[in-house]
């Protein structure tokens, strides 16, 4: 028995020590066979984490796709995907976990292929630390500086320069004395000052995680030695207090709680905070966990906090500490690495994610794009995959913030697709733009109200779309017309005319075509408010601006009119020779010719031009209208 209760001590000793290990994640990085991989796999072989099966299949796969010449390649044991063996390349990002007894290791590796950027901004955005791969044959290249780059923008100030088969340079300190010297001034320029530069052949093992006898003119650490015992300093432990809230509890009436994660500072019962973008100021009361309550909370921790006061509190409300509470705004400027393989438009509408919170945005403005090979800034009117911009981004809500310096979590965001809900960009909020704090709502007396009651009717926008020729704007007039009989108050946004106007600084791009519709969008929302039923007559060939037109309106104010006619017969309608010239190439970005139109999904009316005359379908939208109050 005695023997028996040592040996559960013994484990229960071995797996607190486990449990209180600091956990490091950190990203490898560099150029194709620079030896990512391999570095990897030695750690793992190293650590001695792999099981005999493990082991077995590595045998067995190096010599069927190894590039050693049947020798071990630890490259095969974190190059996972059968078609990244048969290439000899890393196509995605492989995530490892492993441990020694000093601590806990989650190490993304990535691949270095300019296509891939999203690939390694995804591995990076969790990553305390970055080891940049150099291979001592090579130094420097233009990869080196791509990695780099994207490093600093995400946030990552500790760099392991790890300058790797130094045995193929027969351990030469005089070859790797420029290289770090090289990636220090490099690095420096980008940001990052906490630069630890290591010699080692990682294929042969030496100074990964032992120090090499070939090496006996380095006196730094091993690689591994720097990683178990490099201090990490966070600025969000400098903050204060924040807690996105993630749910707000609620088991009964006597109890209500709000939960999440805290990712900056640390609370105590008592403290006084503030809960934004609200404002409103309440006390801790408890801090509440399945294990019963606790005396106070920081970083890291998981827990549920009830106040002092009933405060209407919401999923994605921020609380933090009201002494240097975070800002709130609903513009900024922010860096974005775009992921989507459709381009990025300004004035689209996409989802905003930071936190726990939710909002509609639009990127405004493209200030430039940036050459992530040489950091040179760029014009640019779109984003296409793997650039990255700096842009003005609009929001519909206020929502609390931090800097991306001083707290990743409350600093970065993805932007999602409203379509298919897929993450189509990943961004870093810089800061706040002043016109956020300088533009307010006015509180006018006479509103939208007031003024459709004056008219006698119910303001409306009808917003006609369908191809050039397909008698969107005939219809439209008609409709106009057998209004105005009626005695309603009207007004006709017609496509080609805004086009002499308020958009006559605009081409047929689809940078400009959706700018072209967030403009008319804004002006039927002012006409709508003037209590007048507005008709929109534009191609308006993407569903996504449709939906940000309709977005802008209340429930019942929008009406999508869709004019469905076949493409023969608006060609054989086409009065100004347009589909002739587009085929004959003589226009460029034509919709229905070498630019898509997408027809609605739901439309309040649709019309089949070819079936029906003009007077007929304008009667049709009328009744519809009339029938909606």
């Not at 150029?31 to 570095?39: A, I, N, P």
């Not at 609370?267 to 509440?288: H, M, N």
């Not at 827990?303 to 609380?319: C, H, P, Q």
């Not at 004035?347 to 040179?376: F, M, P």
Request: aromatic letters at 6%.
């Amino acid at each position: 028995m005695g023997m028996e209760h040592e040996a559960a001590s013994a484990i229960d000793a071995y797996l607190q020590q486990h449990e209180t290990k600091s956990l490091l994640r950190f990203i490898t990085c560099g150029s194709v066979d620079d030896g990512k991989s391999t570095l990897l796999g030695r750690l793992l072989y190293d650590s001695k984490l792999l099981f005999d099966d493990q082991l077995a299949a590595l045998e067995g796969d190096s010599l069927r796709h190894g590039t050693q010449n049947g020798e071990l390649d630890f490259a095969l044991l974190v190059d996972g995907l059968s078609a990244e063996r048969e290439q000899g390349i890393t196509i995605d990002v492989a995530y490892r976990f492993f441990s020694t007894d000093r601590r806990k290791f989650i190490v993304a590796d990535c691949p270095g292929h300019e296509q891939y950027t999203r690939n390694m901004a995804t591995g990076a955005s969790t990553a305390d630390l970055a080891v940049m791969l150099v291979d001592a044959r090579k130094g420097l290249l233009t990869q080196t500086r791509r990695h780099t780059y994207i490093c600093a923008l995400l946030g990552i100030r500790h760099v392991l320069l790890a300058v790797n088969k130094m045995d193929l340079v027969d351990y030469a300190e005089d070859v790797f004395r420029p290289i770090e010297v090289a990636y220090r001034e490099l690095a420096a320029s980008m940001g990052i000052e906490q630069v630890t530069a290591v010699p080692l052949s990682a294929l042969r093992g030496e100074n990964v995680s032992s120090r090499s006898r070939n090496l006996g003119w380095y006196d730094g650490p091993s690689l591994l030695e720097h990683l178990e015992t490099v201090q990490l300093v966070r600025a969000a432990d400098a903050i204060g207090f924040r807690l996105p809230v993630q749910w707000v509890c609620r088991p009964d009436q006597n109890f209500r709680g709000y939960a999440g994660q805290v990712v900056a500072g640390s609370i105590a019962p008592g403290d006084e905070v503030v809960v934004l973008p609200s404002g409103v100021r309440s006390k801790v009361a408890r801090i509440v966990t399945a294990d019963g309550d606790l005396p106070h909370a920081g970083r890291g921790d998981t827990v549920t906090l009830t106040l002092a006061d009933e405060r209407d509190i919401s999923r994605g409300d921020v609380i933090a500490a009201a002494v240097r509470p975070p800002q709130v705004a609903d513009q900024f400027a922010a860096h974005l690495l775009w992921m989507g393989e459709s381009p990025l438009l300004p004035g689209r509408s996409y989802w905003l994610k930071i936190g726990t919170r939710t909002v509609s945005a639009q990127v405004t403005e493209i200030k430039h794009k940036v050459d992530v090979n040489t950091q040179e800034s760029l014009a640019a009117k779109r984003l296409e995959l793997n650039e990255v911009g700096y842009c003005n981004i609009s929001l519909d809500h206020a929502i609390a913030f931090e800097s991306y310096e001083h707290c990743h979590a409350l600093g970065a965001f993805i932007l999602i697709d409203r379509q298919s809900n897929g993450t189509v960009a990943a961004g870093t909020l810089n800061f706040a733009l002043r016109r956020a704090d300088n533009i307010h709502w006015q509180h006018l007396d006479v509103d939208r109200t007031a003024r459709a009651r004056i008219k006698g009717q119910a303001p409306a926008c009808l917003w006609f779309t369908g191809l050039s020729g397909s008698g969107k704007s005939t219809v439209a007039n008609l409709v106009e017309k057998r209004l105005h009989a009626l005695g309603y108050h009207t007004y006709m946004l017609d496509g080609d005319n805004v086009r002499h106007g308020l958009n006559r600084d605009l081409g047929f791009t689809a940078e400009d075509r959706v700018e072209n519709i967030r403009r008319v969008a804004e002006v039927a929302k002012l006409m709508v408010d003037a209590g007048l039923i507005v008709l929109v007559s534009f191609i308006s060939p993407f569903r996504s601006e449709r939906r940000m037109a309709r977005d802008l309106f209340a429930e019942g104010e929008f009406s999508e009119v869709f004019m469905d006619t076949p493409l023969a017969i608006c060609e054989q309608r086409d009065a100004k020779g347009l589909y002739a010239k587009a085929r004959a190439g003589e226009i460029r970005n034509f919709t229905g010719i070498d630019s898509p139109y997408e027809p609605p999904e739901h439309a309040e009316v649709h019309l089949h031009a070819a079936e029906r005359s003009a007077e007929a379908m304008a009667q049709q939208v009328v009744d519809v209208l009339l029938g909606q109050g």
